[in-house]
């Protein structure tokens, strides 16, 4: 389980940039057995914030990113950026904070390795096969997107609806829209793709710092 941490504002700043640039001992990080708690207020907006912290890890000596974006429109939005360095793993969330009216940015480590474990052993299939997008008939939908980046590649899924994994995905005001079939549907629910959102959902659900309306918007609910 996360725990939050009792190491000040100013520590917490000067640890993750080691994580960023290599100081960082890893048997020493091993010993104290630390989990990396920073919970930031922000009025920057969640994207720019996103970004920013995007670019800050590519440009340090991570081993692999994996960058999350779940987005319904006219709604929400919420990243969840994963990154392994060492044998260690980290996620740093960042969503709008209805209730502080301020974008909050946590960052900690993570409690299982499962989502590298899996993304290690399946990635010539993840590169491979693709989901096959279907598109909502409607303006409001949700969508989630990942990046993957490794030392030397990238791999981008693009959009993926919810209406992808939904076997008859049409629930518009046309009656129509209810006969439609995803015929993608099968290959989709089955393929690597699915299984590793399966995955950040479920960290994300372990999450102490998930928000109430994130969870209600998961993919995989």
Same mark, same amino acid.
């Given at each position: 389980m996360f725990f939050k941490s009792t190491i000040s504002h100013t520590s917490v700043l000067i640890f993750l940039f080691c994580i960023f640039t290599g100081c960082v001992d890893e048997n020493s990080l091993a010993k104290a057995n630390l989990e990396i708690t920073e919970?930031?207020?922000?009025?920057?907006?969640?994207?720019?914030?996103?970004?920013?912290?995007?670019?800050?890890?590519?440009?340090?000596?991570?081993?692999?990113?994996i960058y999350c974006e779940?987005?319904?429109?006219?709604?929400?939005?919420?990243?969840?950026?994963y990154w392994s360095r060492q044998g260690r793993y980290f996620v740093h969330k960042?969503?709008?904070?209805?209730?502080?009216m301020a974008t909050r940015s946590t960052t900690s480590s993570l409690d299982t390795n499962d989502i590298f474990s899996f993304l290690s052993e399946n990635y010539a299939e993840l590169e491979k096969n693709k989901i096959e997008i279907? $598109?909502? +008939?409607? /303006?409001? *939908?949700? $969508?989630? +997107?990942? /990046?993957? *980046?490794?030392?030397?590649?990238?791999?981008?899924t693009g959009r993926i609806t919810d209406e992808s994994f939904n076997e008859n995905p049409g629930f518009g005001l046309n009656p129509n829209d209810m006969k439609k079939v995803n015929r993608n549907y099968s290959k989709n629910i089955q393929s690597e793709w699915y299984i590793l959102i399966l995955l950040i959902e479920n960290s994300i659900r372990r999450n102490q710092y998930s928000s109430d309306r994130e969870m209600e918007t998961l993919q995989t609910n």
């Open positions: 919970d930031v207020i922000s009025k920057k907006e969640d994207f720019i914030l996103a970004d920013e912290f995007l670019a800050k890890l590519k440009n340090g000596n991570s081993d692999t990113i779940r987005t319904c429109i006219g709604c929400c939005d919420f990243y969840n950026i960042i969503y709008f904070d209805s209730n502080l279907s $598109f909502p +008939s409607r /303006d409001h *939908y949700c $969508f989630s +997107s990942i /990046d993957i *980046y490794t030392k030397n590649d990238k791999l981008e």
